[in-house]
Each structure stands twice: as C-alpha cells, then as structure tokens.
C-alpha cells in the first residue's frame, strides 16, 4: 500500500458559520469535508450549550498549497471578527488523486 | 399580593422547576439536557406560540388590534434608543456592547412571555363562575372580564404582539451602532445591511413565530382543532421542562456576574421594571384589558435570547456574548420569571384599580 | 373540487407547515432540526401507524381483509417492474439506478400514508351527522359510509396494507438488478442476497411497522387505551412538526434537480399519478370504500425514502443516492403531498361517482 | 395467575415492545434510538414520576407513610449487606466490584417501578364497577380496595418509597468497600467521602425525584392539573417507547452474559424473586394495601441502572461496569419486567389471600 | 514523561458500516476506538442530514503494521463500494503497551 | 502566510470527567479547548450508549511545555483509575500567540 502525504486542516467556529465555510473550503478547492458538533471554550468566552450557540469542527483533506490557502483566507475573512480556530496537520493517504 | 397570584407565580411548577435547575448547577449536580432537547423544545414553543396566536388572530377584529399593535412597535422602535444612551452614558459601554445589549432588553422572549401567558391562566382558574361553568368556556368570558386584574383574561391576539416585537428593536440598534461614527469606520468588517435584514426575518424564531402565525390564521379553527392536543394541552408541561433547563443554563451564568459588573446587574433589573410600567400604562391607553396590559407589560420588559444573540453576532461580531447573554440570560430573565411577574401584576392592580 | 377537500389538503396546517419549511431554506434560514429529532419522529410516526393498524386489525375479518392485502402485494411486486423498463429504455439510466429508483417508487412512504389518512379525517369530520353525534363515534361510521367518497371514511387495517407494501418492491428491483447480465458480471462486490433480505426485514421502518402491527393486534383494545393518548391524540400535531421538517429537507434538494434532469422529474410526477389512478380502481375492483382506495392508491403513488434508500445502499451500493432521494423527496413526496391529495381524491369521486 | 394479570404484563404494550426491541438486536436491526433520546425520556419518567408522586403524598397523611417510609429505608440498608456477603463467599468476587453489585441491588428501578404502577393500573381498568363509575374516579377506590390482590389499588405515595430507597443502599455499599482490609490500601485513590455523597444526592435521577417530589408537593392540587397533560395522560405511551430502547440495550448486552459466569446470572434471578417475597411481606407487616406491599416487593426487587451505575463510577472507578451493568441491565431488569411482575402479584395473592 | 510513537487511523464513513468497521478494525488488531457522528460531502454528493444517512468518524490508535494492515483492509473491501475516507497520522502517546 | 508549530492534545474519556479534566487544562495552561462527544471501547469495555455512559473527546492547542505538563498530569492522576485515553499530535497554526 502506497500512501501519499496531505495535509488536514481543521477549523472549529461558530455554528452559524457553517454554510459560509463549507461554500469557501470548497470554493478554493476542496473536494470534500467532513463537520462534527462541538462545544469549547476560548478567547470568546464560553459555547457550551445552545443557548451560548455552539461550535462545529470542519474537516478537510486537501493538498499543500489548498491548506495554506484555506488558511490565508481565515485569516482575512474569519479572523478578525469570528470565534474561529484553524489548524494544520500532516496526514497519510490512500488514492492521493481523490484530494488532489 | 393575593394568594392567587403569588401560587401563580412563584408555586407554580414552572417557576419551581426553573429555581430547580439553578439549584441544581449550584450543588454541581450532573443533570444536564441534551441539546438537541433544547432545540426541540425551542422550536415547539415558538410553534405552538404561533399557531395560537394565529388562530385567535384569525377570531379577532382589526378594530381590537390595530392600537395595541402600534403600541407595540413603538415600544419596540423606543426602548433600544433609550437603553443605548443609558448604556453610553452612565455604563461606558462601547458602541457596539451599547448597541447589543440594547438590542437585547427592546427585543422580546417567547419563554418569559408563555410564563405570563401560564400565569394568567392560573388566575383565571381561581376566578368564581357560576356553577358548572368551566373557566375556559367561551361563556365565562363575561364573568372573568368582570373580574378585571384579577380575572387574568387577556386578548387573543397577544401573540401576535410578541412576533411584531421581536425584530424591531434589533433593527433599531443595528442602525444606531452603524451610524454612530466609531463603527462607520469599521464598517467593512461587517455584513451588508441587507444581509443584516435577511437573518432577522430569516431567523429561526422570527421565521417560526410569523410562519406559524400565517398558518394558525390561515387554517382557523379546523385546522386549530387538529393540533392543539399537541401544540395547547400539553404546553405547561413542555414549559416546566423548559424552564428546568433555562434554571440549568442560568444557573451556570450566574458566575459571570461579577464579569458584567454591578452596572449591568443594576440595569438588567431597573430597566425591566420601568419597562413593564410604561407598557401597562401604554395598554391602558390603547383600551387593553388588564390582563392584555400586563402581557404587553412583561414583552417590554422581556429581554431577548434567542432571535437578538443570533442577529448581533452576524451584525455586531465584535459585541462581547458574555455581556449581552448574561444580561438577558443570568438578570432579567429569572427576574421577570420569579419577581417580575406577580409584581407587574401588582402594578396593573394599582393602574387599573382591581 | 369542493371546499372541503381543499382546506383538508392544501390550508391544513400539516400541509402549510411543509410549505413553510420549503419557505424557510429559500430564504436561507438558520432554522435547523437537530438529526436526534427527525429520528425520533420517524420512530413515533412508525410506531404509531404501527400500533394502531394492529388494533385496527384485530378488529377487522379475514373475509374483508384478504383481497386487498393481495392487491397490495401485486401493486408492490408490479410497479417496480414497469418503472424499470421505462427507466432503461426512456430514461437512459444504468441498471442499478433503474433497479433503485424503481425500488423506491414501488415502496411507500409512511408520511404521505400519514397525510392521506389526516386528509381523510378532515374530510370525515365535515359530514352532517344527527345532531349530537360525533364523527368519530362508532354510530358514526353507516353515516360516514352513505356520504361516499365525501365520507372520509376508510377500512381501519390500512396500516397493514402500508406494512405489505414496503418491502416486496425492493426485493423485486434488486432481483431484476442482479439477473440483469452487466450487474452479475460485479456481483462479487455485492452482499449476498440473504445478507439483502435481512436487512430489508429487519430494516428499522419494517422493523417498528411490522413489530408495532403484532403488538397492537395482541394488546387489542385495552393495550390501544392505553398507548393512544400518546399514539393518537397528539398524532397530527407531530406530522404537522414531521413535515416542517420534510420541507427543509426538500427545500435544500430542490437545488438538485437540475442534477437529475427533466427526465427524471417527469417520471417522478407522472408515475405517481398514474400509480394511483391504478391503485383506486384496483381498490375498487377489491369491493374497498372509497376512502380506503384512494389510500390505497396513494400508497401506490408514493416513492419510498426511509426503507428503500436504506436498502439500496447495501444491496446496491453503486446506485447513486442523488438520483433516487432527489426523485423520491424533492419530486413525488411534495408533488402527493401538496397536489397528489386532492387530485386522487378527485379521482375517487369520479371513478365512484361520489 | 389469571387472565387479567397474564394481560396486564405479558401482553400489555410495555412488556411487548421490550420483546420487540430485544428481537430487534437478535435479527441485527438497524435500528437505534439517539442517545438524546434515552436522556430525554429518562428526563420525563423522573420528573413525572417525582411530580405525581408529590401531589399525591400533599393529599397523604403521615400516619399513612411512616411505616412503609421506614420500611423502605430498611430495605436499602439491609439487601446490600447481604448481597455483598453473598457475592464475597460465593460469588468470589473482590471487595470492589462485591460492593458495586450490591450497591446495584439494593437501590431501586424507576423504569421497572413505573412497569409496576402501569401493571397495577391495567388491573385496577378490569374490576367491575357499579354502571357508570369510572375506575379512575375518587368513588371506584372502595370498590378497587374491597377487590383485594386484584383491585390493583396501592397508596398514592409510592413514587415517595422509590425516591427514599434510591439513596441508601449506594452509600452502605460504598461504606462497606471502604471499612473493608483491601479498599482501604488503596484508598487514596478514591474521591473523599463528602464528594460521593455530594455525587449521590446532586445525581441527576435523585435530583429530579426528590426535586418534583418537592414541586409536586409544593404546587399541589392545581400544579398538577396544569402539568398532568404531559406528565400523567400520555405516560404509558413514553413508557411504551422507553421500553423499546430497554430492549434493545438489554439485546445488545445478552452477550455479556456468558462473561459474567453462572453465578452472576442466578443471582440477578433468585435475589429479586427474595427481596420481593421481603418486600410483600413487610409491606402486609406495615398495613399497606396489597398493592402497594407488591410494589414495594418490585422496589425491593429491582435493580438500579442509572443512579449506582454514575455513583460506582466515582466512588469505586475499579468496579467493572461490565459486571455490575450486566447483572442490573440484562439480567434482573428483563426478568423484573417479563416474569417478575405476574409472579411477585401471584406471591401478594398467596400472602394476602386474594 | 517519556512518550511513544504510535499511529492514529481516522475513518469517515457511511453509518450503516459502523458495525462492519469496528469489528474489522478490531479483528486487525486494534485494542480499541472511539466513534464520533459527523456530516460531510465528498465525491458521493452530501451526507448532511439523517435524510441522505450520516458519517460516522472511527479514530484507533494502533502500532504501525496494524494502521498499515487496516489501510490495506479497507482499500480492498470498502474504497471500491462505499463512501469511505481513511487517513493515518503520526501521535505520541504514553503507556505505548496499551495500543500494541 | 507564517504558520507555527503548536501541540494538538487530545484526550478521550468517560463525560463525567468533563469538568474536571477542562479545569485541569485550563489551570495547566490551555487557552481554549474544544469538546465533543464520542462513542468507544477499549480495556475497560464499551461506552456505546447512554446507559453504559459515553465518552468526551477534549481537544486542546497548547505549546509544547503545556502539552507535557498535561499528559503528565493526566498519567498521574487519572490513568490509573478512570477509562481515559490521550495523545499528542504535531500541528501548524496561525496566530501562534492565541495559544501560547
Ligand atoms: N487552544 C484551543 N484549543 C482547542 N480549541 C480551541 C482553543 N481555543 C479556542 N478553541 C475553540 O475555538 C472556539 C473559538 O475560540 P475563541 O475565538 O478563542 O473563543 C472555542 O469556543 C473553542 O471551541
Ligand atoms: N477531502 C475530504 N476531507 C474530509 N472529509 C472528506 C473528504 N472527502 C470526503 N470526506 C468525507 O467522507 C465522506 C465520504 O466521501 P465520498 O466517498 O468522497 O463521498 C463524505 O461524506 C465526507 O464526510
Ligand atoms: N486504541 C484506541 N484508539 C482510540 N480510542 C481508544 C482506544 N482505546 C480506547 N479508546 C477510547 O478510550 C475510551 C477508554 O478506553 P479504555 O480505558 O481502554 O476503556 C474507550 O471507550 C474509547 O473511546
Ligand atoms: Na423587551
Ligand atoms: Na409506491
Ligand atoms: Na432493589
């Protein structure tokens, strides 16, 4: 079994943001993503419950330059106004050509 | 205070199932509700909410409701102006928390206003009616007007209130902080306006509030029939439960307290009070029954936590949620549940004399 | 069209609230209903029908039961077969998306069922009945049977017939899709065929239906009395919440039907109407009332989306769940929800002369 | 055993749909209740629970309860004492996971409680009334208590016995591990006393009980009324669905049985079938009705799955669930439900000579 | 503290193959997983309600042959037929023996 | 785009700890941390359900010291009595003083 290198980058933000990161993750060349429910804490204060609104985590598999990318517009668009953390990882594939 | 209204409020198990769940965060018990629960509790109050205020709308005449519904949009449009320059001058607050926290307390929640609702109702049960009669007979009417405060009958379309004050008093302070020259200058930072506009009138409780209330209007009595055995006869129930989880959720708030600052904590508590006595006044004016009068009462004096949170964080992302959902949340939210109640209904008793 | 076969489809809340949920992702709402929630009112939905079938059941005869319970079975074990062909010869598609698409137009949709008999019980509790009598007593029913097709009144072992037609036509599809020469040339990939038909029995929709259907017949009236407060009372206030629900669902799939092309949507509205056309005069043909043929070509109408997609996800795995959802939720479940009622009710009057 | 008490548990909904649900994991159903569903039914039972069994012991008298108070809290001492003997000499089991059996053992089963109350009810529906009365009518309860065994009567403060005896038996299990030679070596791992019992009464199932317990009492008569839609009309139904999920975990766990040993599996079987002979016969001993020593015999005899299973975690973490889960969830619970409750009602019949 | 190298398998898949998958990777020599819901789109179009079925996300921290024997696994039975993404990453971990 | 080096800690165990653990985090050094919920087996059997409980998954972005002071902290304290899982990962994040 050959493996292949990629990189995973994982973004927890405000539920509400969902459909707008999911839209860009894709927009700048992701082919798919996975999305989990998670609460947290941090600078923001407290998303514990629904009641404080929620996080999700996003995950997506995507090649180098897709990562520092996805990453670049974080930090322009989310950043500055948005409960939003982002996070490179290095990970191995199968079928390589599937997130590519 | 009577005895009526004191068992209707505070011994009432809503409100004893809300001091519940605070007192359980309090012993760190390990009782929480899965969110899921949440949602789904949320939604099918504001449905239910909705549906029946459609379909008394539907029973109603425009001539009952044109004033009280413009009393409540100028309650809407006037609380926001009047907090934000509180909150400026005498809080020191920045623009946008000024702005947040005024969207906030002109705004309106459904939970604090199905409370009155409960409440009203339980007085109504304890109202004297000719033998054999049942307190929720279209015959009783008459007999639970000629009680007056003490009747606990309201309008029917005191539903429809809640909804048209739900939006107005977000909007207002969306445009007094974009306005205000500070965040002119940040401005593109933040979503368009008509974005702004979208999310208000798309929001979940904005959308199933207006939505139900089209629905309950549009099928009537029949389509009422076919469910109010799940949207009218269990609803106390649902709101005992619901009010377990707000004392939970409260409860785990009550440590940010200190964070908000005694300005805050004073505000989340004057603020209400002087609400609900402006809104009765106005009800009176507007020829509202008593008990219609209080409810309108409580909506001003209600702070939103559901619609306003969700709104200010796409207009106002820089507002700190710690302020405005301890604020609406940890302050005035038990307040007008456990104190606020029988006491605006103590007012209405002086107001209108009963 | 009369009145009140109007209001019973189109003004009902069930169906406005659907209309509603559509509404809502259009306008890009946040409203969102937490997955736990859709699950658990598919079980209650499939319990209920479940349940009350089973009673129902226990109260019906062999002799009026057994030629509609084979008409079910033929409508089940045919429709798949044409729906094949023409999916192949006209639509162009591959063997496992004809054999999957045909295997959920040839299954039922237990929501739609649930509508059908809501619209019945509409229809049934506006005929003139002696004064003082109620539309749901059982001195009620030879009045009911006299209006005819305006009577609404329908043979109470339905949900079996709901029950027998869920899982033939999945077995049917899959078959043709694994005697069909390109599919066996990849059968090593497949599940084998009992593997197939366990899960099919063991399906959570025939699981609850078929489970429910044995435990309402065994506990016969006294285990209905004392379930049907949760089972029956409340049940169209639930499908009122499930069809909000099936709105947003739809609502995002609307997008996908330019995915699926002009085909494909035809087929999805022409099919059911022709399938319950055939359905009524199958039912007729059976000596079915009215009502209960209309049901039954509703059942024939309706496309499968809780048991069959899950089916073919195993049995067929390179079948393309784009294709069969979008055809099943966001074509034929609307189109019978919103239109289809009316219309084979429509048909009934003419086909029965009502 | 007659028929009405064959139906009343065999064949009654709760009972079958427990089947239902064990069968479910036999055949590899796919189906599975979200886990915040199981929250939220555990939520309702409780709170309804704890609710009605307040208002009912506001309408009691405490010389009415002392006694069977006093027995209950005898019962929660002594069952773990002796379990934990038992378990120690014979079962060979370590200190640790002796005592959480034990623990297990001695407190009690709201689920298996309500079965109890459910089957006890379905009794009360077959006595034969003078025309007219209803059973559930304050003036049938001469007519139940004359019936004996079979007028399925018990004392309205039972929830209040549940509540008392949930408690106990964790906390002398917890001290007999801790005075024991072995636990002590090795105490400096365990939380400090004052935290399990923090842990015990701030546990969720202790806190809703005795919570509504209060509010019940509290609110008495009108509170009950306003929530009774919810909490008291559609009851069986949830209990119905609730059972359902019980199946399927306890189908899911059958497979642990051959892990837990022989020994085990007797003593989960024998065990309840003695605490329910004590408990009847102590219940005769204290003046109580038939029905209500029975289902004290039911509280004595079931096993608790969510109040020790939580505490055992903290107070004894080497405990290994898959024992304590095992005996409790897979064994004692199914056979309580399915065999003990027609056998324990049969025993009340001998003592009592109904 | 000394930590130890060890790999971290990542599946995201169909839930229907919950089951499958747990009891596959277990039977490769994993001494335990954990198993999280997540919604997610990919080249087998949205799987982002009950509706469409949902993910499920298996995570088992295994030695290197085991990752290595699991990936081999899964190409051969699942990537073929199902809507199936895996990955492997490096972690530390402590008390190395409990995953050998 | 300037990436840094940053410690992903991640840790799995019984949701009772909940609290516990996500103070110990925070007063060992974590700035924020992120939870959701999983289901698992392992030693000490399954939590595949609520009744036999279920499991959190605690992710926190911390620098390297924090990650060790954790995982220490967590073999003396917890490994030896409760169902409790951890493992460090290398990540890339922006912004590398938010979690510092
Ligand atoms: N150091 C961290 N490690 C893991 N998750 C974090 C961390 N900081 C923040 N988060 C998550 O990101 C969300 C937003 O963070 P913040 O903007 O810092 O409030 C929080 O609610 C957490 O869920
Ligand atoms: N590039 C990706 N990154 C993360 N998750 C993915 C990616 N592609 C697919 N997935 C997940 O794997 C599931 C199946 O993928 P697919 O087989 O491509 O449809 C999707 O529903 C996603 O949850
Ligand atoms: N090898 C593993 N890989 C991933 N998660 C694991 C592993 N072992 C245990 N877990 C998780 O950690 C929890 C406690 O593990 P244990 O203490 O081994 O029972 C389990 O319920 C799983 O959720
Ligand atoms: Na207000
Ligand atoms: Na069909
Ligand atoms: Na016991």
Known sequence: ?100 | MDNHALFASLLAPMCLAFILGVVATRVKSDLKFPEELYTTLTIYLLVAIGMKGGYKLSISTFAEFWRPGLAAIGLGVCIPVWCYFLLRKFGKFDVVNAAAIAAHFGSVSAVTFSEALAFHDTLRAAVTLPAGMKFDAPEAIPFLKAAGVAGGWYEGFMPSLLTIMEVPAILVAIIIARISHEERSVSSDNAPFSEVLRELFAGKSTLLLLGFLAIGFVSGKRGWEQVSPLFDVPFRGVLTIFLLEAGLVTGRRLGDLKKVGPFLVGFGIIMPILHALIGILLGKWCGMSPGGATILGVLAASASYIAAPAACRVALPKASPTLFLTASLAITFPFNIVVGLPLYHYFAKLIYGG
Chains 1, 5, 6 share one sequence.
Not at chain 1, 30 to 41: D, I, L, M, N, P
Not at chain 1, 51 to 75: C, K, S, Y
């Open chain 1, 1 to 100: 079994m050959q493996t292949m290198p990629m990189k995973l980058v994982t973004i927890i933000a405000e539920d509400e943001l969902e459909p707008r990161l999911t839209d860009d993750v894709k927009k700048l060349g992701a082919h798919g993503y996975s999305v989990g429910k998670v609460r947290g804490e941090g600078m923001h204060g407290a998303r514990l419950s629904e009641w404080e609104g929620e996080n999700i985590r996003i995950e997506t598999i995507v090649p180098d330059t897709v990562a520092d990318q996805i990453m670049a517009h974080l930090a322009e668009r989310y950043f500055p106004h948005f409960a939003v953390v982002a996070y490179i990882s290095n990970i191995e594939v199968l079928r390589g050509g599937k997130f590519a």
